[in-house]
């Protein structure tokens, strides 16, 4: 297991429809490092394995406490990870795509595996896309191209909070909220248990993850505060990243 840093954040920011890629430290055995063809097969394919936390347990106190951060990033992103190495065992011809082609591509997998992949290859890729849409001096403001496209789609990043608050409530039970872009425009969305909006043809910029695991120990049942929270320990930077990235692409 490799640490995510900077190189690897970037690499992820690639969000064109062809290489949307996830952290070495997802991969196995950090393998493609040395096999490089001009394609970058860095991404995460078969077995997965669970990246390491861009930053310590307790660096998002106390906007998000540490035993929250053990448990949802040891327990639970580790079981979506096993769960889904499990469903592809037997299926060879899975063993190539990356986790961003199997979910982005959940219609074309077969019926007898759609379903674990859209949970738990879902569940795989928001989580791990969820550590690095945080940081330990995350909150202010979006900056540049980002803050002016906010502006522009959504009203401003109040705006875009108040929408991703409402997004958040109106979720019943499990789900995430997303900052999306598709077609040169930025929208909230809010999607089911551990569904990515790769699916819809969306991409994701940011996301808050909206189960109970996420906020319970801390919040208990107060899902507005611990949203309101969240804006705390946002990841700019990284958003921004991953915005144009995918203007370009
Ligand atoms: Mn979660």
Known sequence: M???TRRHLLQW??????????????SAGGKGEDGKKGEDK????????????????????P???????????DKHHLAYVNALNAALKDHDDLHKKT????????????EK????????GGGHLNHSLFWMMMAKDGGGDPKGELAKAIDTDLGGVDKLKDAALK????????GWVWLVFNKGKLAVRSSANQD??????????????????????????LRADYVKAWWNVVNWNDIAERYNAAKKS
């Open 13 to 26: 920011a690639g969000v064109s429809a062809a290489t949307l890629v996830l952290p070495v430290g997802c």
């Open 196 to 221: 990515n909006p790769l699916t819809e043809g969306d991409t994701p910029l940011l996301g808050i993850d909206v189960w109970e695991h996420a906020y319970y120990l801390k919040y208990k049942n």
């Open 63 to 73: 906007h998000i406490d540490a035993e929250t951060m053990k448990t949802h990033h």
């Open 2 to 4: 490799q640490p995510m």
């Open 42 to 61: 860095r991404g995460d394919t078969y077995p997965f394995t669970l990246p390491k936390l861009p930053y310590a347990e307790d660096a998002l106190e």
């Open 167 to 174: 997004a958040a409530l109106a979720r019943f039970g499990s």
């Open 99 to 110: 986790l961003v082609e199997l979910i982005r591509g959940l219609n074309d997998v077969p």
């Open 113 to 120: 595996v759609r379903m674990a992949v859209r949970n738990q």
